[in-house]
């Protein structure tokens, strides 16, 4: 059937306009590919940053605290982050509505790890006394200067590439699901990268420039690795920013007009605009707080309570310090695995999403998170009640238990990654709120956990002794909780691709 015909401006006729083109797979692949970068320096943190602040002179009853960096940064600048890209039409800007924001924020990450890695080497000119066991404040200082420049570059550029994948499918529900996948994917990609990086122990050797009075050989190797993960950060943001353009049929109206709750809605009336939200938004958010309740502790003391409580190491006494190293390689290595049943796990999404239902996936998710938890606490219990031996080397059957609890967790932290914000993308498309400020105060669900704990696990663990292990209960509790609310809660959260119209 030939399609119908309109009349022109000379009185004739002209066939109407075809509907706009959807944005291509490869396209959002490549508009992912950021996280690729980001994430190799975010892995690179998770691992080696924990050990290293101990190494200066934090105590680990503390060390949580510097982590506070993270979720104070993110409670406001992913928000207002988002809220101005949500402000800027394509036409207004050569680099768009997103991608500005996420250049910039690749600077500044590019700017804190220099400043992190050569912390050692900028405290000792501050005066810093560096004999082995001695406090550095000067170092200390530096590295919690850029340490905080490092999380608003990450929350400066996670919130605007995700809010960029949500513009350039149009908020549909199975393209959004399957950006988000290829942006678990390139997460899954730099976790690897960082994480073999971070357990490699001759990358001084490589870069032997990094050694200095100040700077010894894990430190050095830290160093090293903030080096590449420049390089790599380069890369992929040039990628995402030069190759991929905005979708012009998507945005412009948006930033253009918006409701009129909208012009309030950061800063004093950014928590007002939760009384737009239906149940279920508010069911998306608790059950992500959750979910960061229980991830969290992993995160802060993943590679620390291998080095601890795995291999029986510690950073404050130098007897010990190379044990701790050890410990913290091995868990390096089993995060680099965990990554890699992440990036597997991110291909299969959209498939076990349509099949059970992406409130199911994520409820089931959690379930064998709490389980892993749960295990890690049974291998702390029996690593602390049985003989290592005379070498003091941990039993192999202990190490490889240990790392494949790191592995499985691979699955439920792809879930964590793609699920939550596909959820929110899809169900705050009808509220009048742009997609940077939506991303935004879902992040505010993840920061928030992250300040409690935060604030409460150092103390909370130094109270049962020092060990992880009680953040570790308070992690598979939260977890379990957070699963069965998404399995009740979100049961029929399948989002379903939408129907094509018919001409």
Same mark, same amino acid.
């Given at each position: 059937m030939p399609a119908p015909r309109r009349p022109n401006a000379g009185g004739g006729t002209s066939a109407a306009a075809p509907p706009p083109r959807k944005v291509p797979l490869r396209s959002l692949l490549r508009a992912a590919s950021?996280?690729?970068?980001?994430?190799?320096?975010?892995?690179?943190?998770?691992?080696?940053?924990?050990?290293?602040?101990?190494?200066?002179?934090?105590?680990?009853?503390?060390?949580?605290?510097?982590?506070?960096?993270?979720?104070?940064?993110?409670?406001?600048?992913?928000?207002?982050?988002?809220?101005?890209?949500?402000?800027?039409?394509?036409?207004?800007?050569?680099?768009?509505?997103?991608?500005?924001?996420? &250049?910039?924020?690749?600077?500044? +990450?590019?700017?804190?790890? #220099?400043? /992190? $890695?050569?912390? @050692?080497?900028? !405290?000792?000119?501050?005066?810093?006394?560096?004999?082995?066991?001695?406090?550095?404040?000067? &170092?200390?200082?530096?590295?919690? +200067?850029?340490?905080?420049? #490092?999380? /608003? $570059?990450?929350? @400066?550029?996670? !919130?605007?590439?995700?809010?960029?994948?949500?513009?350039?499918?149009?908020?549909?529900?199975?393209?959004?699901?399957?950006?988000?996948?290829?942006?678990?994917?390139?997460?899954?990609?730099?976790?690897?990268?960082?994480?073999?990086?971070?357990?490699?122990?001759?990358?001084?050797?490589?870069?032997?420039?990094?050694?200095?009075?100040?700077?010894?050989?894990?430190?050095?190797?830290?160093?090293?690795?903030?080096?590449?993960?420049?390089?790599?950060?380069?890369?992929?943001?040039?990628?995402?920013?030069?190759?991929?353009?905005?979708?012009?049929?998507?945005?412009?109206?948006?930033?253009?007009?918006?409701?009129?709750?909208?012009?309030?809605?950061?800063?004093?009336?950014?928590?007002g605009s939760f009384k737009y939200f239906t149940l279920p938004v508010w069911m998306v958010l608790i059950v992500t707080s959750l979910t960061w309740i229980g991830w969290f502790p992993f995160i802060l003391f993943d590679t620390d309570w291998m080095g601890r409580e795995i291999y029986r190491g510690s950073p404050e006494i130098v007897a010990d310090t190379q044990k701790y190293h050890d410990g913290v390689r091995m868990g390096s290595f089993g995060l680099m695995l965990n990554s890699v049943l992440l990036g597997i796990t991110s291909v299969v999404m959209e498939k076990l999403c349509r099949k059970w239902g992406a409130g199911l996936v994520w409820g089931v998710s959690n379930i064998i998170m709490a389980l892993c938890f749960v295990a890690m606490l049974i291998i702390t219990y029996v690593a602390k009640n049985i003989d290592y031996g005379p070498s003091g080397d941990p039993p192999t059957g202990i190490v490889v238990a240990s790392l494949i609890v790191f592995t499985i967790l691979g699955a439920p932290l792809s879930v964590t990654y793609s699920i939550p914000y596909a959820m929110a993308a899809s169900r705050v498309e009808n509220l009048g709120l742009g997609q940077g400020l939506a991303m935004g105060i879902l992040n505010l669900s993840i920061v928030i956990p992250q300040i409690i704990v935060s604030l409460g696990s150092g103390p909370w663990d130094a109270l049962f002794g020092g060990g992880n292990a009680p953040s570790f209960f308070v992690a598979a509790a939260a977890s379990f909780i957070g699963g069965l609310v998404a399995i009740l809660g979100l049961p029929r959260a399948r989002i379903a691709p939408k129907k094509r119209s018919q001409r």
């Open positions: 950021v996280a690729c970068g980001v994430q190799f320096g975010w892995a690179l943190q998770l691992s080696l940053l924990t050990p290293y602040v101990q190494e200066l002179g934090i105590p680990h009853a503390f060390a949580s605290l510097v982590w506070l960096c993270g979720p104070l940064s993110g409670l406001l600048v992913q928000p207002l982050v988002g809220h101005l890209s949500d402000r800027i039409a394509p036409a207004d800007s050569p680099l768009g509505r997103r991608r500005p924001f996420i &250049a910039a924020g690749a600077a500044s +990450i590019a700017i804190s790890v #220099l400043t /992190v $890695g050569f912390s @050692a080497d900028l !405290g000792r000119l501050f005066g810093d006394n560096i004999r082995p066991g001695s406090t550095r404040y000067g &170092a200390i200082i530096v590295y919690l +200067i850029g340490f905080w420049l #490092l999380d /608003v $570059g990450n929350n @400066a550029t996670q !919130g605007p590439c995700r809010a960029f994948l949500a513009d350039l499918t149009e908020n549909d529900p199975r393209r959004t699901r399957i950006a988000n996948a290829y942006f678990s994917l390139f997460m899954a990609l730099g976790n690897i990268l960082g994480y073999a990086t971070g357990a490699y122990s001759g990358w001084y050797q490589i870069f032997p420039f990094t050694v200095t009075e100040s700077c010894g050989v894990s430190c050095a190797n830290l160093k090293s690795a903030f080096v590449l993960d420049i390089i790599i950060l380069a890369i992929t943001t040039y990628v995402t920013v030069a190759t991929v353009k905005d979708n012009p049929t998507f945005g412009s109206d948006e930033a253009a007009a918006r409701p009129s709750h909208e012009e309030e809605a950061f800063l004093f009336e950014l928590f």
